[in-house]
T-cell receptor, first 110, second 117 residues
Framework: SQQGEEDPQALSIQEGENATMNCSYK?????LQWYRQNSGRGLVHLIL?????REKHSGRLRVTLDTSKKSSSLLITASRAADTASYFC??????????FGRGTSLIVHP | GAGVSQSPSNKVTEKGKDVELRCDPI?????LYWYRQRLGQGLEFLIY????????KSGLPSDRFSAERTGESVSTLTIQRTQQEDSAVYLC???????????????FGDGTRLSIL
């Protein structure tokens, strides 16, 4: 499959803790994107990291990319209850249609 | 509008009926995508439009599914002779350019929740 696959499938933490989600993929990419989906809503783009980048930050989000391991991670620092959502990675770029894995369901308890 | 708009937001219909789902992308976005998301699952790619043509329709699950896009704007996804397994949320997304041009982020609508009785 050319999809990104997220791990873990579900994550439950307390407010203030950090949340780490991982994404693995099988074929080479030009870049990888992370999206968030709140219940009953569409996906919202969070961050894009290109294949020549190793780390990228956006506010409380940190994304890393290891092309040798074909994996990426999304770290949310100092989590808040409002971060409760599903998080998806999608391989994108080149001639590829962005394709999504099953996502990680994150619950942040207040 | 400012974002991607999908209608209806909910659709309940009987097995065997035809349904038509509509997507209004962000103005000026040339690329448009349809995905299907079953309960608790990831997104399943259905079809991609660049302008009015569909270079990739490989994800359409059967010939009961079809889609068109007119005027480089609105798109409709039609499901004929609906089956219970068609029950899902159908999401539409648009992006400024095609997938190969710097990986434009996708902007999603809130989807149409389709329930087949």
């Amino acid at each position: 499959s050319q999809q990104g696959e997220e791990d873990p499938q579900a994550l439950s933490i307390q407010e203030g803790e950090n949340a780490t989600m991982n994404c693995s993929y099988k074929t080479s990419i030009n870049n990888l994107q992370w999206y968030r989906q709140n219940s009953g809503r569409g996906l919202v783009h969070l961050i894009l990291i290109r294949s020549n980048e190793r780390e990228k930050h956006s506010g409380r989000l940190r994304v890393t990319l290891d092309t040798s391991k074909k994996s990426s991670s999304l770290l949310i620092t100092a989590s808040r209850a409002a971060d409760t959502a599903s998080y998806f990675c999608a391989r994108a770029g080149g001639s590829y249609i962005p394709t999504f894995g099953r996502g990680t369901s994150l619950i942040v308890h207040p | 509008g400012a974002g991607v708009s999908q209608s209806p937001s909910n659709k309940v219909t009987e097995k065997g009926k035809d349904v038509e789902l509509r997507c209004d992308p962000i103005s000026g976005h040339t690329a448009l995508y349809w995905y299907r998301q079953r309960l608790g699952q990831g997104l399943e790619f259905l079809i991609y439009f660049q302008g009015n043509s569909a270079p990739d329709k490989s994800g359409l699950p059967s010939d009961r599914f079809s889609a068109e896009r007119t005027g480089e704007s609105v798109s409709t996804l039609t499901i004929q002779r609906t089956q219970q397994e068609d029950s899902a949320v159908y999401l539409c997304a648009s992006s400024l350019g095609p997938p190969g041009t710097g990986a434009q982020p996708q902007h999603f609508g809130d989807g149409t929740r389709l329930s087949i009785l």
